[in-house]
Structures are given as structure tokens and as C-alpha cells.
């Protein structure tokens, strides 16, 4: 079993910053890409960020130049930091990744997601 935990959301105000942490967890043999959607209400969950194990990056318009995405492999953790943030920017933040397991199945876990308010 895998486990994905989120901290560090929160609430700030508009221009202010915030960074987005996920602890991967449980029967991991290797993590490929990971990444960070948000689902803001009454819209579909969105891809903003992701990162390959070869920390190649992608980002969606709406981030792009205010947002980072890395990792530390050795610590199965992704991490978002956040800049420049705007009221739009408020949702519940979720990350993924994509996870082979030590019983060598490959699946894609989730984390429970963490509310990040922005205020204007």
C-alpha cells in the first residue's frame, strides 16, 4: 500500500506565497512522474504542475512563471512552491504520483488534498 500526505496549504493574501509538500509513503520501489492538480468548487479537477524523474517540468498557462514544482527522490516528496498568488488560485490542492510498488505493479495514488485560500 501507498500512502500520499499534502501539507502546508493555507490561507493567505493575494501576492503572498505559500509551498505545497507530498510525502510519498508504504511498499514504493521507484516513483515516476509526480505532479499537483487543484480543484477549485464547481469546476473539474486541473493538472498545474508535474515532474518526470528526470525532473523534467510542465506547467498549465495559469501558473506558469508564479509556480515550481521539484522533488527529492530520496525522499519521495514533491514539493509546489507557490508565488505571486491570486484570489483565483484558491482551491483544495492534490498530488499524485505515479508509483511503481515493491510487488512491481504500477499504479497512480492520491493524495487527500490540502485547501490553499487566497484573499484578495
Known amino acids: 500500500q501507498v500512502q500520499l500526505v499534502e501539507s502546508g496549504g493555507g490561507l493567505v493574501q493575494a501576492g503572498g506565497s505559500l509551498r505545497l509538500s507530498c510525502a510519498a509513503s508504504?511498499?514504493?520501489?521507484?516513483?515516476?512522474?509526480m505532479g499537483w492538480y487543484r480543484q477549485a468548487p464547481g469546476k473539474q479537477r486541473e493538472m498545474i504542475a508535474s515532474i518526470t524523474s528526470g525532473t523534467n517540468t510542465n506547467y498549465a498557462d495559469s501558473v506558469k512563471g508564479r509556480f515550481t514544482i521539484s522533488r527529492d527522490n530520496a525522499k519521495n516528496t514533491v514539493y509546489l512552491q507557490m508565488n505571486s498568488l491570486k484570489p483565483e488560485d484558491t482551491a483544495v490542492y492534490y498530488c499524485n504520483a505515479d508509483v511503481l510498488t515493491i510487488i512491481m505493479t504500477r499504479n497512480v495514488y492520491w493524495g487527500q488534498g490540502t485547501q490553499v485560500t487566497v484573499s484578495s
Open positions: 508504504g511498499s514504493i520501489f521507484n516513483i515516476n512522474a
